[in-house]
């Protein structure tokens, strides 16, 4: 049974930075592309980064480009999100998740990603 287990998030003011956890357990973590996705209140849930199964590629929305850095230690079974210079706007429910296929290639797309974490507060004041 896969689960993907989050850990980080809280209330930070506008500038400030965050770290989130994924730890992942119940299939061989380094062979799945990780992503991480949010949800705003009354908002769809949208992409966020995505890191290839070896680490070696990543994407990034553009809204979070130059910000956000998502990396993962496949020794720890863990994908990170390290969120520098956060802005109101980036408040959200965080999520993780972790692609449906093994050795496939880096994704953007929500339906791509077949296990979800619980979810973490990020809340940014201004």
């Known amino acids: 049974q896969v689960q993907l287990v989050q850990s980080g998030g809280g209330l930070v003011q506008s500038g400030g930075s965050l770290r989130l956890s994924c730890t992942a357990s119940?299939?061989?973590?380094?062979?799945?592309?990780m992503g991480w996705f949010r949800q705003a209140p009354g908002k769809e849930r949208e992409f966020v980064a995505a890191?290839?199964?070896?680490?070696?590629?990543?994407n990034y929305a553009d809204s979070v480009k130059g910000r956000f850095t998502i990396s993962r230690d496949n020794a720890q079974n863990t994908v990170y999100l390290q969120m520098n210079s956060l802005k109101p706007e980036d408040t959200a429910v965080y999520y993780c998740?972790?692609?449906?296929?093994?050795?496939?290639?880096?994704?953007?797309?929500?339906?791509?990603?077949?296990?979800w974490g619980q979810g973490t507060q990020v809340t940014v004041s201004s």
């Open positions: 998740a972790q692609s449906r296929r093994s050795f496939g290639a880096v994704t953007s797309r929500a339906n791509e990603f077949h296990y």
């Open positions: 119940g299939r061989t973590f380094s062979t799945y592309c």
């Open positions: 890191i290839s199964w070896g680490g070696g590629t990543t």
